[in-house]
Protein backbone atom coordinates (compact mmCIF):
# COMPACT_ATOMS: atom_id res chain seq x y z
CA UNK A 1 0.00 0.00 0.00
CA UNK A 2 1.43 3.52 -1.45
CA UNK A 3 1.79 6.48 0.90
CA UNK A 4 -0.77 8.28 -0.47
CA UNK A 5 -3.37 5.25 0.37
CA UNK A 6 -6.32 6.05 2.09
CA UNK A 7 -7.78 3.58 3.68
CA UNK A 8 -11.87 3.54 4.25
CA UNK A 9 -13.67 1.65 7.51
CA UNK A 10 -17.32 0.73 6.67
CA UNK A 11 -19.21 0.69 9.89
CA UNK A 12 -21.19 -2.41 9.62
CA UNK A 13 -24.75 -3.33 11.49
CA UNK A 14 -25.45 -6.91 12.98
CA UNK A 15 -29.22 -6.16 13.42
CA UNK A 16 -30.20 -8.41 10.33
CA UNK A 17 -30.49 -11.40 11.62
CA UNK A 18 -33.20 -12.42 14.50
CA UNK A 19 -32.77 -12.71 17.98
CA UNK A 20 -35.11 -13.53 21.06
CA UNK A 21 -34.96 -10.05 22.30
CA UNK A 22 -35.90 -8.51 19.21
CA UNK A 23 -39.09 -11.16 18.92
CA UNK A 24 -40.31 -9.95 22.54
CA UNK A 25 -39.82 -6.61 21.69
CA UNK A 26 -41.15 -6.31 18.49
CA UNK A 27 -42.77 -9.54 17.17
CA UNK A 28 -41.45 -13.12 16.26
CA UNK A 29 -38.83 -12.86 13.53
CA UNK A 30 -38.09 -8.89 13.32
CA UNK A 31 -34.73 -7.74 11.79
CA UNK A 32 -33.76 -4.16 10.11
CA UNK A 33 -35.20 -5.78 7.36
CA UNK A 34 -38.62 -5.32 9.09
CA UNK A 35 -38.24 -1.49 9.18
CA UNK A 36 -37.45 -1.35 5.72
CA UNK A 37 -39.71 -3.44 4.03
CA UNK A 38 -42.85 -1.81 5.78
CA UNK A 39 -41.30 2.25 4.98
CA UNK A 40 -43.79 4.39 2.66
CA UNK A 41 -43.09 7.93 1.16
CA UNK A 42 -44.08 10.43 3.17
CA UNK A 43 -44.05 13.18 0.93
CA UNK A 44 -43.21 14.50 -2.94
CA UNK A 45 -40.34 12.79 -4.29
CA UNK A 46 -39.65 10.76 -1.11
CA UNK A 47 -37.96 7.58 -2.24
CA UNK A 48 -39.12 4.62 -0.18
CA UNK A 49 -38.93 1.82 0.26
CA UNK A 50 -35.27 0.95 -0.59
CA UNK A 51 -34.86 -2.28 -1.66
CA UNK A 52 -31.88 -4.42 -1.55
CA UNK A 53 -30.81 -5.81 -5.20
CA UNK A 54 -27.32 -8.21 -5.24
CA UNK A 55 -27.17 -9.41 -1.74
CA UNK A 56 -31.28 -9.96 -1.59
CA UNK A 57 -32.91 -9.51 2.24
CA UNK A 58 -29.78 -11.14 3.53
CA UNK A 59 -29.46 -13.02 6.93
CA UNK A 60 -26.49 -12.54 8.82
CA UNK A 61 -26.44 -15.80 10.03
CA UNK A 62 -25.31 -17.43 7.00
CA UNK A 63 -21.48 -17.24 6.10
CA UNK A 64 -22.02 -16.97 2.14
CA UNK A 65 -23.35 -13.64 2.41
CA UNK A 66 -21.16 -12.16 4.70
CA UNK A 67 -18.02 -13.41 2.59
CA UNK A 68 -19.93 -12.11 -0.49
CA UNK A 69 -20.31 -8.49 1.35
CA UNK A 70 -16.58 -8.43 2.52
CA UNK A 71 -15.86 -9.56 -1.52
CA UNK A 72 -17.74 -6.64 -2.61
CA UNK A 73 -16.03 -4.08 -0.24
CA UNK A 74 -12.43 -5.60 -1.03
CA UNK A 75 -13.60 -5.31 -4.81
CA UNK A 76 -14.67 -1.30 -4.25
CA UNK A 77 -11.27 -0.39 -2.36
CA UNK A 78 -12.90 -0.33 1.10
CA UNK A 79 -10.11 -1.39 3.51
CA UNK A 80 -12.33 -3.21 6.03
CA UNK A 81 -15.30 -3.30 8.68
CA UNK A 82 -16.36 -1.42 12.33
CA UNK A 83 -18.30 -3.98 13.39
CA UNK A 84 -21.57 -2.53 15.85
CA UNK A 85 -20.30 -3.99 19.28
CA UNK A 86 -23.23 -4.16 22.50
CA UNK A 87 -21.95 -4.39 25.63
CA UNK A 88 -24.33 -3.72 28.75
CA UNK A 89 -22.50 -4.59 32.00
CA UNK A 90 -21.25 -7.98 30.98
CA UNK A 91 -24.61 -8.40 28.75
CA UNK A 92 -23.99 -9.51 24.84
CA UNK A 93 -26.44 -9.41 21.86
CA UNK A 94 -26.91 -9.07 18.01
CA UNK A 95 -23.15 -10.65 18.50
CA UNK A 96 -23.83 -14.08 16.59
CA UNK A 97 -22.21 -12.43 13.18
CA UNK A 98 -19.36 -11.12 14.51
CA UNK A 99 -18.74 -14.00 16.67
CA UNK A 100 -18.80 -16.35 13.32
CA UNK A 101 -16.57 -14.44 11.67
CA UNK A 102 -13.97 -14.54 14.40
CA UNK A 103 -14.36 -18.61 14.86
CA UNK A 104 -14.24 -19.86 11.43
CA UNK A 105 -11.55 -16.88 10.17
CA UNK A 106 -14.00 -16.10 7.57
CA UNK A 107 -14.01 -13.67 5.62
CA UNK A 108 -10.44 -13.11 5.23
CA UNK A 109 -11.03 -9.39 5.48
CA UNK A 110 -9.71 -6.46 8.30
CA UNK A 111 -12.27 -5.53 11.16
CA UNK A 112 -12.32 -3.66 13.96
CA UNK A 113 -15.02 -2.57 16.63
CA UNK A 114 -17.14 0.20 17.88
CA UNK A 115 -18.81 -0.40 20.87
CA UNK A 116 -22.32 1.39 20.82
CA UNK A 117 -22.65 2.41 24.82
CA UNK A 118 -26.45 3.78 24.70
CA UNK A 119 -29.35 2.71 26.56
CA UNK A 120 -31.80 1.06 23.93
CA UNK A 121 -35.25 2.23 24.30
CA UNK A 122 -37.90 2.60 22.23
CA UNK A 123 -37.43 5.83 21.03
CA UNK A 124 -37.23 5.10 16.81
CA UNK A 125 -41.10 3.42 17.50
CA UNK A 126 -42.64 5.75 19.00
CA UNK A 127 -42.43 5.15 22.51
CA UNK A 128 -38.89 6.89 23.81
CA UNK A 129 -40.03 6.08 27.29
CA UNK A 130 -39.65 2.66 27.24
CA UNK A 131 -36.13 1.13 28.38
CA UNK A 132 -35.61 -2.12 26.58
CA UNK A 133 -31.76 -2.48 27.57
CA UNK A 134 -30.01 -0.12 29.77
CA UNK A 135 -26.49 0.98 29.46
CA UNK A 136 -24.31 1.13 32.82
CA UNK A 137 -20.78 1.04 33.81
CA UNK A 138 -20.06 -0.66 37.09
CA UNK A 139 -16.52 0.16 37.41
CA UNK A 140 -13.45 -1.53 36.34
CA UNK A 141 -14.12 -5.24 36.94
CA UNK A 142 -16.65 -4.57 34.18
CA UNK A 143 -14.03 -2.99 32.32
CA UNK A 144 -11.69 -6.01 32.98
CA UNK A 145 -14.30 -8.64 32.07
CA UNK A 146 -15.46 -6.25 28.61
CA UNK A 147 -11.63 -6.44 27.88
CA UNK A 148 -11.59 -10.15 28.30
CA UNK A 149 -14.43 -10.33 26.23
CA UNK A 150 -12.92 -8.73 23.05
CA UNK A 151 -9.24 -9.92 23.91
CA UNK A 152 -9.86 -12.95 21.48
CA UNK A 153 -10.92 -10.17 18.76
CA UNK A 154 -7.57 -7.71 19.30
CA UNK A 155 -5.05 -10.88 19.15
CA UNK A 156 -6.83 -12.26 15.61
CA UNK A 157 -4.19 -10.89 12.30
CA UNK A 158 -7.29 -9.47 10.85
CA UNK A 159 -7.48 -7.06 13.60
CA UNK A 160 -7.05 -3.32 12.27
CA UNK A 161 -4.37 -1.73 14.52
CA UNK A 162 -2.70 1.72 14.14
CA UNK A 163 0.63 2.09 15.63
CA UNK A 164 1.01 -1.56 16.83
CA UNK A 165 -2.54 -0.86 18.70
CA UNK A 166 -5.71 -2.29 18.09
CA UNK A 167 -8.46 0.42 17.19
CA UNK A 168 -11.13 0.29 19.16
CA UNK A 169 -14.08 2.86 18.72
CA UNK A 170 -16.79 4.32 21.53
CA UNK A 171 -19.93 5.61 20.42
CA UNK A 172 -20.41 8.02 23.28
CA UNK A 173 -17.10 8.25 25.64
CA UNK A 174 -18.45 11.10 27.21
CA UNK A 175 -21.19 8.89 28.56
CA UNK A 176 -18.35 6.55 30.78
CA UNK A 177 -18.38 7.79 33.99
CA UNK A 178 -14.76 6.78 35.07
CA UNK A 179 -13.09 7.37 31.60
CA UNK A 180 -9.61 7.42 32.29
CA UNK A 181 -9.87 4.34 34.21
CA UNK A 182 -11.50 2.81 31.68
CA UNK A 183 -9.09 4.18 29.09
CA UNK A 184 -6.16 3.10 31.37
CA UNK A 185 -7.11 -0.73 32.64
CA UNK A 186 -7.49 -1.44 28.49
CA UNK A 187 -4.78 0.28 27.45
CA UNK A 188 -2.57 -1.90 30.46
CA UNK A 189 -4.74 -5.23 29.63
CA UNK A 190 -3.43 -4.49 26.14
CA UNK A 191 -0.03 -3.54 27.10
CA UNK A 192 0.51 -6.85 29.06
CA UNK A 193 -1.16 -8.97 25.52
CA UNK A 194 1.81 -7.74 23.86
CA UNK A 195 0.66 -4.83 21.73
CA UNK A 196 1.64 -1.23 22.65
CA UNK A 197 -1.65 -0.14 23.86
CA UNK A 198 -5.37 0.88 22.92
CA UNK A 199 -5.90 3.29 19.49
CA UNK A 200 -9.40 4.52 21.02
CA UNK A 201 -11.81 6.38 18.73
CA UNK A 202 -14.38 8.60 19.75
CA UNK A 203 -17.80 8.17 17.40
CA UNK A 204 -19.49 10.96 18.82
CA UNK A 205 -20.54 14.61 17.65
CA UNK A 206 -18.80 16.11 20.71
CA UNK A 207 -15.69 15.91 19.87
CA UNK A 208 -14.48 18.99 21.45
CA UNK A 209 -13.78 17.61 24.84
CA UNK A 210 -10.48 15.97 25.24
CA UNK A 211 -9.83 13.08 27.15
CA UNK A 212 -6.36 11.83 27.89
CA UNK A 213 -5.91 8.18 25.98
CA UNK A 214 -8.35 9.28 23.39
CA UNK A 215 -5.93 8.91 20.57
CA UNK A 216 -8.51 10.61 17.46
CA UNK A 217 -12.06 11.60 17.22
CA UNK A 218 -14.33 10.13 14.41
CA UNK A 219 -17.78 11.32 12.75
CA UNK A 220 -18.82 8.40 11.81
CA UNK A 221 -21.64 8.19 14.48
CA UNK A 222 -23.13 12.04 13.01
CA UNK A 223 -26.12 12.32 14.22
CA UNK A 224 -29.24 14.25 12.49
CA UNK A 225 -28.84 17.25 14.47
CA UNK A 226 -25.41 17.50 13.91
CA UNK A 227 -26.17 17.10 10.41
CA UNK A 228 -28.83 20.01 10.42
CA UNK A 229 -26.01 22.11 12.74
CA UNK A 230 -23.39 21.83 10.23
CA UNK A 231 -25.21 22.70 7.34
CA UNK A 232 -26.54 25.90 8.80
CA UNK A 233 -30.52 24.23 9.27
CA UNK A 234 -32.27 25.41 11.98
CA UNK A 235 -34.62 22.72 13.78
CA UNK A 236 -35.96 25.31 15.89
CA UNK A 237 -39.44 24.78 17.68
CA UNK A 238 -41.64 26.88 14.77
CA UNK A 239 -40.05 24.54 12.03
CA UNK A 240 -41.44 21.59 14.17
CA UNK A 241 -44.80 22.99 14.32
CA UNK A 242 -44.77 23.29 10.84
CA UNK A 243 -43.31 20.02 9.97
CA UNK A 244 -46.13 18.64 12.25
CA UNK A 245 -49.20 20.93 10.24
CA UNK A 246 -47.89 19.25 6.94
CA UNK A 247 -47.01 16.00 8.48
CA UNK A 248 -43.49 15.44 6.87
CA UNK A 249 -40.12 14.73 8.57
CA UNK A 250 -37.26 17.14 8.66
CA UNK A 251 -35.55 17.55 5.02
CA UNK A 252 -32.52 19.37 4.58
CA UNK A 253 -30.74 19.20 1.33
CA UNK A 254 -27.48 17.14 1.03
CA UNK A 255 -26.40 19.15 -1.56
CA UNK A 256 -25.31 21.74 0.87
CA UNK A 257 -25.14 19.95 3.90
CA UNK A 258 -21.93 17.56 2.83
CA UNK A 259 -19.79 21.01 2.20
CA UNK A 260 -20.35 21.74 5.91
CA UNK A 261 -19.41 18.18 7.34
CA UNK A 262 -15.91 18.57 5.13
CA UNK A 263 -15.16 21.54 6.58
CA UNK A 264 -15.64 20.78 10.08
CA UNK A 265 -13.32 18.05 9.64
CA UNK A 266 -10.66 20.41 8.48
CA UNK A 267 -10.62 21.96 11.52
CA UNK A 268 -9.87 19.01 13.49
CA UNK A 269 -5.99 17.78 13.60
CA UNK A 270 -7.40 14.39 15.31
CA UNK A 271 -10.43 14.02 13.37
CA UNK A 272 -10.87 11.00 10.96
CA UNK A 273 -13.60 12.48 8.42
CA UNK A 274 -16.44 10.71 7.49
CA UNK A 275 -18.10 10.06 4.00
CA UNK A 276 -21.89 9.57 4.35
CA UNK A 277 -23.95 8.99 1.15
CA UNK A 278 -27.54 9.74 2.26
CA UNK A 279 -29.72 9.31 5.21
CA UNK A 280 -33.41 8.92 5.84
CA UNK A 281 -34.19 7.34 8.95
CA UNK A 282 -37.83 7.37 8.55
CA UNK A 283 -38.27 3.34 8.09
CA UNK A 284 -37.47 3.78 12.28
CA UNK A 285 -38.94 6.80 13.21
CA UNK A 286 -41.52 7.83 10.54
CA UNK A 287 -42.45 11.87 11.08
CA UNK A 288 -40.11 11.84 13.45
CA UNK A 289 -37.46 11.16 10.88
CA UNK A 290 -34.57 12.99 8.64
CA UNK A 291 -34.53 12.96 5.26
CA UNK A 292 -31.34 14.00 3.47
CA UNK A 293 -32.85 15.18 0.18
CA UNK A 294 -31.26 15.15 -3.38
CA UNK A 295 -28.59 12.48 -2.57
CA UNK A 296 -27.18 10.67 -5.50
CA UNK A 297 -24.14 8.45 -6.35
CA UNK A 298 -23.21 11.87 -8.35
CA UNK A 299 -23.27 13.94 -5.26
CA UNK A 300 -21.72 11.55 -3.26
CA UNK A 301 -18.54 10.88 -5.41
CA UNK A 302 -18.14 15.48 -4.65
CA UNK A 303 -18.27 14.61 -1.46
CA UNK A 304 -16.20 11.10 -0.95
CA UNK A 305 -13.52 13.28 -3.27
CA UNK A 306 -13.43 16.22 -0.46
CA UNK A 307 -13.37 13.64 2.19
CA UNK A 308 -10.49 11.67 0.56
CA UNK A 309 -8.45 14.71 -0.20
CA UNK A 310 -9.02 15.92 3.58
CA UNK A 311 -7.44 12.54 5.03
CA UNK A 312 -4.35 12.44 2.66
CA UNK A 313 -3.49 16.23 3.35
CA UNK A 314 -2.86 14.29 7.08
CA UNK A 315 0.79 14.67 7.54
CA UNK A 316 1.56 11.51 9.08
CA UNK A 317 0.58 8.17 6.39
CA UNK A 318 -0.77 6.08 9.41
CA UNK A 319 -3.25 8.40 10.03
CA UNK A 320 -4.86 8.24 6.63
CA UNK A 321 -7.90 6.45 7.37
CA UNK A 322 -11.69 7.57 6.67
CA UNK A 323 -15.05 6.22 7.85
CA UNK A 324 -17.61 5.11 5.95
CA UNK A 325 -21.04 5.73 7.35
CA UNK A 326 -22.59 3.31 6.92
CA UNK A 327 -21.84 -0.29 4.56
CA UNK A 328 -25.36 -1.44 5.58
CA UNK A 329 -27.39 1.29 7.51
CA UNK A 330 -30.80 0.28 5.20
CA UNK A 331 -32.89 1.55 8.09
CA UNK A 332 -31.16 4.66 8.27
CA UNK A 333 -30.82 5.60 4.73
CA UNK A 334 -27.13 5.53 4.58
CA UNK A 335 -25.86 2.12 2.88
CA UNK A 336 -23.75 1.58 -0.07
CA UNK A 337 -24.85 -1.73 -0.66
CA UNK A 338 -26.48 -2.33 -3.82
CA UNK A 339 -30.37 -1.69 -4.17
CA UNK A 340 -32.58 -1.64 -6.96
CA UNK A 341 -32.87 2.10 -7.82
CA UNK A 342 -28.75 3.01 -8.05
CA UNK A 343 -27.29 -0.79 -8.34
CA UNK A 344 -23.82 -0.92 -7.03
CA UNK A 345 -22.74 2.97 -8.05
CA UNK A 346 -22.00 4.24 -4.67
CA UNK A 347 -19.26 1.03 -4.81
CA UNK A 348 -18.75 1.80 -8.00
CA UNK A 349 -17.88 6.12 -6.67
CA UNK A 350 -15.65 4.76 -3.94
CA UNK A 351 -13.50 2.27 -6.35
CA UNK A 352 -13.51 5.02 -9.07
CA UNK A 353 -11.68 7.59 -6.54
CA UNK A 354 -9.61 5.55 -4.70
CA UNK A 355 -8.10 3.91 -8.16
CA UNK A 356 -7.07 7.33 -9.32
CA UNK A 357 -5.17 8.14 -6.83
Request: neutral net charge.
Amino acid sequence: MSEDAVKVIAFYLPQFHPIKENDEWWGKGFTEWTNVAKARPMFLGHEQPHIPADLGFYDLRLSETREDQAKMAMDAGVTGFAYWHYWFAGRRILERPFNEVLASGKPDYPFCLAWANETWSGIWHGNPKKILIEQTYPGADDFRAHYEAVRPAFMDKRYIKVDGKPMFLVYRPQNIPDTDIFFQLWNDCAQKDGFNGIHFVAVSANVEKEYDGLMAAGYGGVTPNRLAQLSHFTDNLASKMIRRIIKRPFTPDYRKAKAYLVRDHEKLARCYPAAIPAWDNTPRSGLRGFVLTHTTPEQFEQHFKEVVDVTRAKERPEDRILFLKSWNEWAEGNYVEPDRKWGSAYLDVIRKVLKAL
